[in-house]
Each structure stands twice: as C-alpha cells, then as structure tokens.
C-alpha cells in the first residue's frame, strides 16, 4: 500500500526543537520529492519546503530558513523534518506530502500535532 | 509571494446542485513557455489530510486507486480560477483549498467551508 506514515504528537516548551519522521512505503523513496506543510488550529495551509530525497537537497520557505532542516534516510524510506526555536506560533498539524513531479501534493502523510505550550 | 484569495470563505448549497468556489492569484501562475497554468484544488475533510482533486488548473486527479469523481471541475487561467462540483452529494461537505505551484513559497488559499443547505 501507497503510504506516508507520521510520527506521533509531539508537545515541546518554548525555544525547544521538535523532529517529525515521515516513513514512505509502497513506493520508491528517492523517486519523488516531499514537502512538509504544516496547519495551524482551525487556519489554511501553510508550504515550508521540500526535500530530494535522492540527492539530499531542499529548499525552504524563506520564513523557515534558519530554524527549518529537512533530511532523508534512504536506507529506512524516512524523511525528516527539523524545526528549532518553537514559538508557541509554530503550534500546529505538520504534514509530508509527496510531490509527483509538478509540485502539486498526490499524498499526504497523516499529520503530525506539534503543540508548543509552557 | 503569490498571495492567492478564494471566495466566498463559506458556501451552502442544496444536495444535487451546483457548487462553485472562486480562487484569484495576485500575478498570473501561466508559465508562457509551455501554456501550463500552475494551479491545483484539494479537499479536507475534518480531522483528515487534504486529498488532491485538480491539477494543472482543469486535470482531474486520477492516480489512485479511487479516482476524483467527474463531477469536480477545474478551470481558469492566468488570475482566475473556477472549482465547480456539478452535482452536490453529502460526501462533498469539506473545505476546499487551492494552490499555486508556479514559484515558490508555494501558496494556498484561505479556504471556503462548503456546507448543505
């Protein structure tokens, strides 16, 4: 079965670092790109950048860049995301998804709640 | 960035009519080289990942096993854009997203909560 599998819900304290795992199976990891979108509370969807897991590159969102790290494991089919400094701003469901080719998202990871409170 | 605004945020319409949600991008997402319009439509259920419905701005989703079912339309080009559900069934209470991938940030649209009458 074509999937992306999450890690579970995380709670972090302010200025703490989270890392979520996305596990692809079904499907060659280093075929496709991923990206990681995260969704704040009751609000949109909000695109922080995407990984080659063939070769390892990425690009961020600008409003990431710093505090975002986006890494792969091609012996486990796992992709990493790595978001430092939380703000309780950053509370939110972060998704992976998987990009075919067109930068348009065909599947999703289940999501990921990252709640950051003191 | 590419700022793009949908309307209306929320929509009810009768089971069995026609649903129509609008997207408008702030530049034109048409890449002239190859007349592809860089815009895609997604759907999210509650407490669920969004499902991709369109691409290409009118190219129904069709690589899973459970295809998008043809009464969702795309269409539009250059600024704007149309999601049409020609027939409204029960299953179709969601909200609905687009998405500009011509440059990145890429970017999505606020959402409209599309309800039943």
């Known amino acids: 079965q074509v999937q992306l599998v999450q890690s579970g819900a995380e709670v972090r304290k302010p200025g703490a670092s989270v890392k979520v795992s996305c596990k692809a199976s079904?499907?060659?990891?280093?075929?496709?790109?991923i990206h990681w979108v995260r969704q704040a509370p009751g609000q949109g969807l909000e695109w922080m950048g995407v990984?080659?897991?063939?070769?390892?590159?990425?690009t961020y969102a600008q409003k990431f860049q710093g505090r975002v790290t986006m890494t792969r494991d091609t012996s486990t089919s796992t992709i990493y995301m790595e978001l430092t400094s939380l703000r309780s701003q950053d509370t939110a469901v972060y998704y992976c998804?998987?990009?075919?080719?067109?930068?348009?998202?065909?599947?999703w990871g289940q999501g990921t709640l990252v709640t950051v409170s003191s | 960035d590419i700022v793009m605004t949908q309307s209306p945020d929320s929509l009810a319409v009768s089971l069995g009519e026609r649903a129509t949600i609008n997207c408008k991008s702030s530049?034109?997402?048409?890449?002239?080289?190859?007349?592809?319009?860089?815009l895609a439509w997604y759907q999210q259920k509650p407490g669920q990942p969004p499902n991709l419905l369109i691409y290409?701005?009118?190219?129904?989703?069709?690589t899973r096993e459970s295809g998008v079912p043809d009464r969702f339309s795309g269409s539009g080009s250059g600024t704007d854009f149309t999601l049409t559900i020609s027939s409204l069934q029960a299953e179709d209470v969601a909200v609905y997203y687009c998405?500009?991938?011509?440059?990145?940030?890429?970017?999505f649209g606020q959402g409209t909560k599309l309800e039943i009458k």
């Open positions: 998804a998987r990009d075919l080719g067109g930068n348009w998202f065909d599947l």
């Open positions: 079904g499907y060659t990891l280093t075929t496709y790109h």
């Open positions: 990984i080659n897991p063939s070769g390892g590159s990425t």
């Open positions: 530049q034109s997402v048409l890449y002239s080289s190859n007349n592809r319009t860089y």
């Open positions: 290409w701005a009118s190219t129904r989703e069709s």
């Open positions: 998405q500009q991938y011509y440059s990145t940030p890429y970017t």
